[in-house]
């Protein structure tokens, strides 16, 4: 039987007296992989912004593992196994992916201090097992500035999974890849639901339907509906405001200003 991992109650956030997230309730499974969508401004990222504990929301409860989300900072929150990955990639580029990945390793207190007592080449084999997941094996001694975008966003995929966290946040994964990438993303994102449960934001709607999993659709801070990917884009309300607005399509995602180094270029 499933589990429950994230449970959210009646969360409210407010920029000056502007509701920009108003969630009556959500609830997340055990490896369960969500996809939220919804129009520009609709709040998603504000959504992941409280669960990792960067905004603070005036009103609410988001329950995991006992413990509200809500009432820690980041640091707890990320102790608790919670990751994010932001919409633009940020690793460093003039170190090679493996010293990205072991600076991403180093930052987990726990490993670090366990790792300070044991052989040096269990972390170069889980850092090694991690690049092989985000398919980055083969340029562990590249400099991380040489890699393409979307070889940028697996890279901080993999700084992600090994702090092993429960839930993975995912903000717009996909924006600014190729097709190919864009698959190549979609099918990491499944093995990766197979050990974590995954919040994932994402406009491109080929890519959603890809990932063909349960769609949470925010629309002015609020939940429109949700449900199976094939139902919701059938749903009139959705259509009328999201998708019929021409939202999703690769062509407007591409004209999006998140492209910095974009694989289109
Ligand atoms: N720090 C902030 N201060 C004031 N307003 C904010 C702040 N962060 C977000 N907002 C506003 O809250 C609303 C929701 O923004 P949010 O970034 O969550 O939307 P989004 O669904 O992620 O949109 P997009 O698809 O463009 O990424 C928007 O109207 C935005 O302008
Ligand atoms: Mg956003």
Redesign the pocket.
């Known amino acids: 039987m499933s589990k429950r991992i994230l449970q959210v109650e009646d969360l409210m956030?407010s920029?000056?007296g502007?509701k920009?997230?108003d969630i009556a309730y959500f609830e997340l499974e055990e490896k369960e992989l969500r996809v939220v969508i919804?129009?520009?401004?609709?709040?998603?990222?504000?959504?992941?912004?409280v669960l990792c504990g960067k905004?603070k929301p005036h009103t609410g409860t988001a329950m995991m593992d006992g413990k509200d989300l809500v009432r820690l900072n980041e640091q707890q929150i990320v102790e608790l196994g919670v990751g994010r990955k932001f919409?633009t990639p940020s690793v460093f580029g003039s170190l090679s992916v493996f010293d990205n990945l072991l600076l991403a390793l180093k930052t987990d207190r726990k490993v670090w201090r366990s790792l300070f007592y044991r052989l040096p080449a269990e972390g170069r084999a889980r850092i090694e097992d991690v690049a092989e997941t985000v398919g980055l094996k083969d340029c562990l001694g590249m400099d991380a500035a040489f890699l393409s975008h979307g070889q940028k966003q697996w890279l901080e995929i993999g700084m992600l999974i090994l702090q092993d966290p429960k839930l993975l946040l995912i903000?717009?994964p996909a924006a600014g890849m190729s097709d190919e990438e864009t698959a190549k993303t979609g099918r990491l994102l499944t093995d990766l639901a197979e050990k974590h449960s995954i919040i994932v934001?994402e406009?491109d709607m080929e890519f959603v339907k890809q990932l063909a999993r349960t769609v949470t659709v925010?629309c002015e801070?609020k939940i429109l509906t949700e449900g199976p990917i094939e139902k919701v884009q059938e749903d009139p309300q959705v259509i009328e405001r999201y998708l019929g607005r021409s939202h999703g399509t690769r062509a407007e995602k591409a004209a999006?200003p998140?492209m910095a180094g974009g694989a289109h270029a």
């Open positions: 956030v920029f000056d502007f920009a997230l919804g129009p520009n401004g609709a709040g998603k990222t504000t959504f992941m912004d905004t919409q903000d717009e934001i406009h925010l801070g999006k998140v």
